[in-house]
């Protein structure tokens, strides 16, 4: 069973930068995601990245300010987040593990997650 550990989280002002990271403790030849939680919201999606990198995709909300990547080698993905908003403020979790030929933007459909990281932007 693969683990999944973030970092990179913590409390910036409004048009700053973070970059999260969630290292796996296996290998996972799988798409990584990246999802976020607010306070008395869903789990909402942020952005998926395919085993190889070539494909990527981002909730609109963030296209544009944050970006997904991928060190097979090291078995990390990160998140570069620019230009951050004071709605983007939430806990930031990373998954994989996601059911074949279901839809990537789903948390439901991913089964492996790690334990979130805060991230806090103020105004």
């Known amino acids: 069973q693969v683990q999944l550990v973030e970092s990179g989280g913590g409390l910036v002002q409004a048009g700053g930068s973070l970059r999260l990271s969630c290292v796996a403790s296996g290998r996972t030849f799988a798409d990584m995601a990246w999802f976020r939680q607010a306070p008395g919201k869903e789990r909402d999606f942020v952005a998926v990245?395919?085993?190889?990198?070539?494909?990527?995709n981002y909730a609109d909300s963030v296209k544009g300010r944050f970006t997904i990547s991928r060190d097979n080698g090291k078995r990390t993905v990160y998140l570069q987040m620019n230009s951050l908003k004071p709605e983007d403020t939430a806990v930031y979790y990373c998954a994989t593990g996601r059911r074949w030929g279901s839809d990537s933007t789903s948390a439901g459909n991913f089964d492996t997650w790690g334990q979130g990281t805060q991230v806090t932007v103020s105004s």
């Open positions: 990245i395919s085993w190889t990198g070539g494909t990527t």
